[in-house]
């Protein structure tokens, strides 16, 4: 055995070694006649092919391997599902911009096929990084029932999906407006929006446009109000108006007053002329719309491009005019605007009105931009034509399920914001205007030769023919035309299925449906979904919905929800932001310059990349040590607190490698210890049963029960923080610090009357260690199978004996062997213990010295927990004798002290051990040390005009230092006198 932990030795082999042998795997058939109890399934929330893991995504594998293999220790039969999503926008975006740096095309100059053909390609090439990282966290996930959503299960589940919506009368075609990026050349769903708030006029960079050419740095104006005139018809009198997206007045198609504005009675049915097409614009009167206190009280209405705008233009019934395309330069309804991008034409429109003397000025104002979440782009209200999903019956079912308990979501307080988010819920769009993820399995059909029928037309909605595929499309083109096949043209949709669509019918989707196969029938519905808290709309809610109205079921019964991981100063973790780790990073460690060099490659002012490089120099000035996959994972757990944000600090994280380090040197040590032990297939019982137990084996037996009740509480309740903690206090506290010295002096007397209390300590040790290397394993999956294998009677224990770790039973509470007696007793002990070593430590008596202990205790169970004791007492107190409640006139005077408690009082017999002129000048030299600041801080306060001139929290500051620096004087003084007066004791 290596002489210390090495994590790229120990975490080398086995995950070949377990999938090899298949233990990730779980038969349906075994698992079909199962109760719900009995199961555990759950399906990773797939990862975009495109990316790479981040620590975020560790603490997922961390808490969801944590949880399968546990419930595959206790017997359940356990299913982990992998799989990674097509990520339709991100992987699009990556594979065009590869595309255009090695061979400067575009995916138009390729054709739809050949473009789709390559992203197969850099899926082949490159998709497996993530595959590569879950295998090095430990993931115990089946890779036999790995799955792609675009692969042919997934997708054939899609195609379905779409059409019975669609025979359910829930998905639609409408021309509506919706959100549309520019930059992606698509639409986007509402939640997929972020905001941010400008306080007044606020200079933006748009990546989508050459820079404006008005701003050193090319930004563009936002958070201002333009107002400028529109004149009446047949009149010299102008309406003033005022927008914060000047360019859209190009599509302006009324303007509103409110009917009881007095000032603009006159005006009602009246007109203004558009000062750059010549339109004639309606006024029209909206008391819904138009605040008559704000403004001028006049409103221009752009239908096609403002959501308010949208509902004013269908209550008048107004025209509708596009002035965008769909990359964001104005259109042919533009005028002499026409092919300027949108905020180029905004600064243009501005200087035009200027010219016409219809300017009139511009003011801050406080607003809120929609971003694209997906490409950073600012947001145009557009309309278009999509397919939409009607989700207010699914809602309901979803918040219903909540409300009556079928579906529990951990923790509770989310609640709250699902019943928000599902009351309120809007039809979702569920087009992209995308090339990459499912095609929408729709066709548009016309008789052959057949003119003007457009399919952008809404009226012509009933010509759209949703089907399974194109066979049947045909099928039912034939009815709905009335002709035979032969005179028919299909003409499939060009757009794609938002990805959230797919992802959605991931629970079982995986298992085959619409199939009924095996593992549908074994494994569905899902047993939990854990996922972070910022997809639960995107993601765990619309899988809800979508199970509900197409399996009838739940897909899962708990939503377990973890924290964001964020940095140690709270901030997001971001590659803008520079503080993103790759978990391979940790795993395999990483030199300091490797992480500055990821700083500066990021979007970072140079003031926070200097700030950043400065903390990471202070964090880790040698980079990050090499901690291995399980210390990552522990350490992750141990910030799991229910609710809360994960304030990350990796240098706490690191700290685990040196517990994997303690683990590994305890084992090694312990091992020494039984390598002539051989254990049976029932040890405990027989130890437990064998009346050779000292009470220090009932105590190490007794605190093993109660960990393993407290991390399998923890465990069913999701609390990873507690169980991680509990394992770590038994580890380190019990079997390291105090049971394994303890039994040191037993192990090594072989005497022939020793025997039975030297097996009784060999048995509970080999216990105590195989039974918390099980209690680790679900958290710690490497080093406890490297350690557990390497205990002594492997392969010798019986039919119950299983090949790994990880197919053994997890750890239960025997009540019966629960000894409370016992752990209050060695509570007593080792506060007697730490007394003996803390008078050691007063009086600077040397390791190889024993000492004569006196222990003053009430009478009952404390003095029968000492007598019982003694040797362990005599053990780590280093103690030649240990007098309990002797004669008061044995005991010498030359004695230190120290009261443990009310009950209690230990005393150490110092005479002939102590130099007492030594200590005292010790003591005298470190007083004197004290002195100089203790009165440099006495003149400071002392000084004039320190009490008007001094800021409280100075002042208090410095109070608290002068009396920590008095105390400690007091101290040394108190400690010189106890040293004189021991002094002349001993002399007399």
Same mark, same amino acid.
């Given at each position: 055995m290596a002489d210390a932990y090495h994590p790229q030795a120990v975490e080398a082999a086995w995950q070949d070694w377990w999938e090899e042998c298949g233990f990730y795997s779980c038969d349906p058939k075994t698992a079909e006649g199962k109760s719900e109890d009995e199961k555990f399934v759950m399906v990773i929330p797939p990862p975009n092919v495109t990316g790479s893991l981040h620590l975020g995504h560790a603490l997922t594998a961390a808490v969801e391997d944590t949880l399968t293999r546990w419930h595959r220790m206790l017997g359940h039969s356990t299913l982990y599902v992998p799989g990674t999503d097509h990520a339709g926008i991100a992987t699009q975006s990556v594979v065009e911009k590869m595309l255009m740096k090695e061979t400067k095309q575009t995916r138009h100059d390729l054709g739809r096929e050949e473009f789709i053909k390559k992203v197969w390609e850099w899926k082949g090439e490159y998709g497996n990084r993530i595959t590569t990282q879950l295998r090095r966290l430990g993931s115990s996930v089946d890779w036999s029932r790995e799955r792609f959503t675009m692969d042919e299960m997934c997708s054939k589940a899609v195609i379905e999906a779409f059409n019975r919506f669609h025979e359910d009368g829930l998905l639609y075609r409408a021309e509506r407006l919706g959100n549309w990026s520019c930059a992606l050349k698509s639409a986007i769903s509402d939640i997929e929006v972020d905001y941010i708030?400008?306080?007044?006029?606020?200079?933006?960079?748009?990546?989508?446009?050459?820079?404006?050419?008005?701003?050193?740095?090319?930004?563009?104006?936002? /958070?201002?109000?333009?107002?400028?005139?529109?004149?009446?018809?047949?009149?010299?009198?102008?309406?003033?108006?005022?927008? =914060?997206?000047?360019? =859209?007045?190009?599509?302006?198609?009324?303007?509103?007053?409110?009917?009881?504005?007095?000032?603009?009675?006159?005006?009602? @049915?009246?007109?203004?002329?558009?000062?750059? %097409?010549?339109?004639?614009?309606?006024?029209?009167?909206?008391?819904?719309?138009?605040?008559?206190?704000? /403004?001028?009280?006049?409103?221009?209405?752009?239908?096609a491009h403002d959501p308010n705008d949208y509902e004013c233009g269908k209550r008048h019934k107004l025209e509708f005019i596009t002035v965008l395309t769909p990359e964001g330069a104005i259109n042919n309804n533009g005028s002499q605007f026409e092919g300027m991008m949108r905020y180029d034409a905004r600064i243009a429109?501005?200087?035009?009105?200027?010219?016409? /003397?219809?300017?009139?000025?511009?003011?801050? %104002?406080?607003?809120?931009?929609?971003?694209?979440?997906?490409?950073?782009?600012?947001?145009?209200?557009?309309?278009?034509?999509?397919?939409?999903?009607?989700?207010?019956?699914?809602?309901?079912?979803?918040?219903?399920?909540?409300?009556?308990?079928?579906?529990?979501?951990?923790?509770?307080e989310h609640e709250k914001t699902w019943f928000q988010w599902l009351d309120n819920i809007r039809d979702w769009c569920v087009s992209r205007q995308l090339w990459w993820g499912h095609q929408i399995p729709a066709w548009?059909?016309?008789?052959?030769?057949?003119?003007?029928?457009?399919?952008?037309?809404?009226? %012509?909605?009933?010509?759209?023919?949703?089907? +399974?595929?194109?066979?049947?499309?045909?099928?039912?083109?034939?009815?709905?035309?009335?002709?035979? +096949?032969?005179?028919?043209?299909?003409?499939?949709?060009?757009?794609?299925?938002?990805?959230?669509?797919?992802?959605?019918?991931?629970?079982?989707?995986?298992?085959?449906?619409?199939?009924?196969?095996?593992?549908?029938?074994?494994?569905?519905?899902?047993?939990?979904?854990?996922?972070?808290?910022?997809?639960?709309?995107?993601?765990?809610?619309?899988?809800?919905?979508?199970?509900?109205?197409?399996?009838?079921?739940?897909?899962?019964?708990?939503?377990?929800?973890?924290?964001?991981?964020?940095?140690?100063? /709270? +901030?997001?973790?971001?590659?803008?932001?520079?503080?993103?780790?790759?978990?391979?990073?940790?795993?395999?460690?990483?030199?300091?310059?490797?992480?500055?060099?990821?700083?500066?490659? @990021?979007?970072?002012?140079?003031?926070?990349?200097?700030?950043?490089?400065?903390?990471?120099?202070?964090?880790?000035?040698?980079?990050?040590?090499?901690c291995g996959s399980d210390a990552l994972r522990f350490g992750l757990l141990a910030y799991t607190v229910q609710g809360r944000d994960v304030n990350l600090d990796m240098k706490r994280v690191v700290g685990y490698r040196l517990f994997c380090n303690k683990l590994w040197n305890a084992t090694k040590f312990a091992l020494q210890f039984v390598s002539d032990f051989q254990p049976s297939a029932n040890i405990l019982d027989e130890l437990m049963s064998s009346g050779k137990m000292a009470l220090r084996d009932k105590f190490m037996i007794s605190r093993l029960m109660a960990c393993c009740d407290t991390v399998n509480t923890c465990f069913q309740n999701y609390k990873f923080g507690d169980a991680q903690a509990a394992s770590y206090a038994y580890w380190m506290n019990d079997l390291c610090d105090v049971y394994l010295e303890l039994i040191k002096p037993v192990i090594k007397d072989t005497s022939e009357e020793n025997k039975d209390s030297r097996w009784a300590a060999q048995a509970t040790l080999w216990i105590a260690l195989e039974a918390g290397l099980r209690i680790l394993h679900p958290m710690m999956p490497f080093v406890t199978e490297e350690l557990w294998q390497r205990l002594p009677g492997r392969g010798t224990l019986g039919e119950s004996e299983t090949e790994s770790i990880m197919l053994a039973q997890f750890p239960l509470c025997n009540e019966a062997y629960s000894n409370p007696g016992s752990e209050q007793s060695m509570e007593t002990t080792m506060n007697v213990i730490k007394a003996c070593r803390s008078l050691r430590q007063q009086y600077n008596i040397a390791n190889k010295v024993s000492t004569h202990f006196f222990v003053k205790v009430a009478s009952g169970q404390p003095e029968d927990s000492i007598k019982s004791q003694i040797d362990d007492i005599k053990t780590l107190g280093r103690a030649s004798v240990v007098d309990v409640n002797i004669d008061e006139d044995t005991i010498p005077k030359s004695v230190g002290i120290i009261v443990v408690d009310e009950t209690t009082t230990v005393l150490m017999d110092i005479k002939g051990l102590v130099n007492y002129a030594a200590e005292i000048k010790k003591l005298q030299k470190q007083l004197t040390k004290n002195a100089n600041p203790l009165g440099q801080l006495e003149k400071k306060i002392a000084a004039p005009g320190y009490e008007e001139n001094v800021s409280d929290d100075i002042k208090a500051k410095n109070l608290e230092n002068l009396n920590g620096l008095k105390k400690k004087a007091a101290d040394i003084e108190e400690a010189i006198a106890n040293f004189k007066a021991l002094e002349e004791l001993e002399k007399n």
């Open positions: 708030e400008l306080e007044g006029r606020t200079f933006l960079e748009v990546k989508t446009h050459k820079g404006n050419a008005n701003d050193p740095k090319g930004r563009y104006e936002f /958070g201002v109000l333009t107002s400028f005139a529109y004149p009446i018809e047949d009149s010299d009198e102008k309406l003033i108006v005022a927008t =914060t997206r000047l360019e =859209t007045m190009l599509g302006d198609t009324a303007v509103a007053i409110h009917p009881e504005d007095a000032r603009y009675t006159h005006l009602h @049915g009246k007109h203004v002329v558009h000062p750059f %097409n010549g339109r004639k614009i309606p006024i029209v009167c909206d008391a819904e719309l138009v605040d008559m206190a704000f /403004g001028t009280g006049a409103v221009k209405i752009t239908p429109v501005e200087e035009a009105l200027k010219e016409k /003397g219809l300017y009139i000025g511009k003011e801050p %104002n406080k607003m809120r931009l929609g971003l694209c979440s997906r490409s950073g782009d600012i947001l145009e209200p557009m309309i278009t034509p999509q397919w939409y999903v009607n989700c207010n019956g699914m809602a309901k079912k979803a918040t219903d399920a909540v409300r009556n308990g079928e579906l529990k979501i951990v923790p509770e548009f059909a016309t008789k052959k030769g057949e003119e003007g029928v457009s399919k952008l037309d809404m009226n %012509n909605n009933d010509r759209w023919i949703v089907a +399974r595929n194109e066979e049947e499309a045909y099928t039912k083109a034939e009815k709905v035309l009335g002709c035979s +096949r032969d005179e028919i043209d299909l003409e499939r949709d060009e757009d794609v299925l938002d990805t959230w669509f797919s992802s959605g019918l991931f629970p079982f989707s995986v298992m085959g449906w619409p199939e009924q196969t095996d593992d549908l029938k074994a494994f569905y519905p899902t047993s939990l979904l854990e996922t972070g808290l910022d997809i639960l709309f995107f993601w765990v809610a619309r899988m809800v919905m979508m199970g509900l109205q197409l399996t009838d079921t739940l897909p899962f019964h708990t939503v377990y929800l973890h924290a964001m991981v964020r940095d140690k100063e /709270g +901030r997001k973790m971001s590659k803008s932001l520079g503080n993103v780790i790759d978990p391979l990073e940790v795993i395999s460690g990483c030199t300091l310059e490797h992480l500055l060099s990821k700083l500066d490659g @990021g979007n970072l002012p140079p003031k926070e990349v200097a700030r950043a490089k400065k903390d990471q120099a202070e964090d880790f000035p040698e980079g990050i040590p090499e």
